[in-house]
């Protein structure tokens, strides 16, 4: 008699801590059979798998190549038909730049049922551990969660004249390296060069950093600060209320106040 087919859970690990994740991801980290994970889940999160469970990383961690999305597809699969239940853990939540829709897609579409359980974005992680709200009364009534793509020092994408709006929080994604790139679209799509502008380092975790500077600054500022966690961008008034501001004009001071 054929196994009885596994179920694929596409859950979000939030931003690295373990009291940051939900309840449900919680139990269902703690009854995997196996674990898929990125290169952006915390140790502690992973430690809370059951012994017997099988461990796969899949991100790029230490100098190592990340894993092709076909065969990350074709493991949970795999996994799934072997009858097991199967975790795919992923930083933040797996609806934000998290490939959810490609990998219910493909799993879907082989028979494999597939349930997501939400996670606290990075930049619902920022905003709180810095204390700025993301939508703020009469400043900002709009919250853009985009990325850049940046080809020979310009960003790819159309698009950006909606980010440009004034009244807009725009949180940039897996931009750190085209910081300079989008600023100056913006600013050419009529974003005013001072509004405020930040990038937060390891959000939610207690290692994080944030640079407080300016749209006109933000490339050249995020370039000098040379991070090496993953980082958020964030463009917009409510950046003005952030606290403990690492501010890079202060950099001798290492500034935390
Ligand atoms: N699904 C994730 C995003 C995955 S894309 C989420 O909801 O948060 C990966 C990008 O997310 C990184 O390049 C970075 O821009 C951002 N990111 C993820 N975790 C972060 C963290 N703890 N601090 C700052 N940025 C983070």
Redesign the pocket.
Known sequence: MPLEMGKVRLVGAG??TVDLMTVRALRAVETAQALLYDA?VADEILALAPAGCVRIQTGKRAGKTSMKQETINRLMLRLARRGLNVVRL?????S???RSGEERAFLEAHGVEVDVVPGV??AS??AAQFAFPLSHRGEARRIAFATARVQDGSVVEGGWSGLADAETTLIL???RDAARAAAARLMAEGRAPGTPALA??????EDARILSTTLSMLGEDVENAAFSG???LVVGEVASQARAAYAPSLRAASARS
Do not use: C, W
């Open positions: 931003p690295g952006l992923k930083g933040g939540d797996p934000v730049f998290g974005t990075a992680a920022a994604y897996m931009a937060v380092e390891n959000a939610g975790r993953p980082v958020l």
